[in-house]
């Protein structure tokens, strides 16, 4: 016997009349990208008056951006190297920077008898 749930087994839009019920689909246009590993991507788009394409699209295969154009893809993003905050720090600051900065700090700590 049935568990009573009615819409079990189901999805939204899904019926018994199918197109003639939801309506007629909106005209697609498909637009061909490549990405530089020489993928083709094709896309829909709804087809409307005034509308105005992607000029890239991401690359589903390997994540590269992908072009219209197949003889000139757009070049892969450049990957720079993770860098903790200190490697951030030391482009901004010499070490005799960082050494005054703390001799700073801690001429302060002593002032004020936090530190001896």
């Known amino acids: 016997m049935a568990s009573g749930n009615a819409i079990r087994g189901s999805r939204v839009g899904a019926g018994p009349m199918g197109e003639a019920e939801r309506g007629d689909a909106a005209p697609r246009v498909h637009i061909s990208y490549w990405c530089s590993n020489g993928h083709e991507t094709r896309p829909s788009f709804a087809e409307e008056p005034g509308m105005v394409l992607p000029e890239q699209w991401d690359c589903p295969r390997c994540g ?29 600051r010499s070490d005799a920077d960082g050494a ?13 008898g936090l530190i001896q």
């Open 64 to 92: 590269f951006p992908a072009g219209q154009d197949k003889d000139n893809p757009p070049a892969p993003p450049k990957v720079e190297p993770y860098k903790t905050h200190l490697a951030y720090v030391k482009e901004r």
């Open 100 to 112: 005054a900065i703390l001799d700073e700090a801690l001429t302060a700590l002593r002032e004020r």
